[in-house]
T-cell receptor, first 113, second 114 residues
Framework: EDQVTQSPEALRLQEGESSSLNCSYT??????LFWYRQDPGKGPEFLFT???AGEEKEKERLKATLTKKESFLHITAPKPEDSATYLC??????????????FGTGTRLKVLA | DTEVTQTPKHLVMGMTNKKSLKCEQH?????MYWYKQKAKKPPELMFV???????INESVPSRFSPECPNSSLLNLHLHALQPEDSALYLC?????????????FGAGTRLSVL
């Protein structure tokens, strides 16, 4: 069964304290892995998409990497404004031949000043 | 521009009311989605429209009725909802529904059913 698991569930960091969020997945025929940031009461904001193992994407303090079984979102020297829930999604192929996102449960990040 | 606009931002309705949620995008995307999200949970897919045709219905109760009048608009008609339907309703769009397409989300409609 296609599945996405994120860890940790919640993370508190001091400002400037770097860390990594994990997204592990089991899916037949990965068509893309997507990272989103979601602020409370808002819609998810697209961050990165990764398509093949070994791929890396970077944006400001965030860097996403992908292996055949998991993805990491590395946060370097975070600031309080990086506080949010970070969602990982993989695209799975349905038996009908269509595609859907399977979301992980997210990591709630809190960065303290 | 990756903007998906949802209206209204907030909606309170009684269990006997009929209301509609609206979603609009002008990115030329041909796939549009409705998701439901409860607090501290990930978004759950409800419906997918591809080229204005319903392609996925995730066994959603009939009190939720989607409509795609044209390639830029997506509606969700609500009727006889239950209090447990209170949630954040998210609309998303992507260039197509094929593998690898990025979904862009709107800000959502916060729905409360009394």
């Amino acid at each position: 069964e296609d599945q996405v698991t994120q860890s940790p569930e919640a993370l508190r960091l001091q400002e400037g304290e770097s860390s990594s969020l994990n997204c592990s997945y089991t899916v037949s025929g990965l068509r893309g892995l997507f990272w989103y940031r979601q602020d409370p009461g808002k819609g998810p904001e697209f961050l990165f998409t990764l398509y093949s193992a070994g791929e890396e994407k970077e944006k400001e303090r965030l860097k996403a990497t992908l292996t055949k079984k998991e993805s990491f979102l590395h946060i370097t020297a975070p600031k309080p404004e990086d506080s949010a829930t970070y969602l990982c999604a993989v695209q799975a192929t349905l038996s009908s031949g269509t595609y859907k996102y399977i979301f992980g449960t997210g990591t709630r990040l809190k960065v303290l000043a | 521009d990756t903007e998906v606009t949802q209206t209204p931002k907030h909606l309170v309705m009684g269990m006997t009311n009929k209301k509609s949620l609206k979603c609009e995008q002008h990115m030329g995307h041909r796939a549009m989605y409705w998701y439901k999200q409860k607090a501290k949970k990930p978004p759950e897919l409800m419906f997918v429209y591809s080229y204005e045709k319903l392609s996925i219905n995730e066994s959603v109760p009939s009190r939720f009725s989607p409509e795609c009048p044209n390639s830029s608009l997506l509606n969700l008609h609500l009727h006889a909802l239950q209090p447990e339907d209170s949630a954040l309703y998210l609309c998303a769009s992507s260039q197509g529904s094929a593998g690898g397409n990025i979904q862009y989300f709107g800000a959502g409609t916060r729905l409360s059913v009394l």
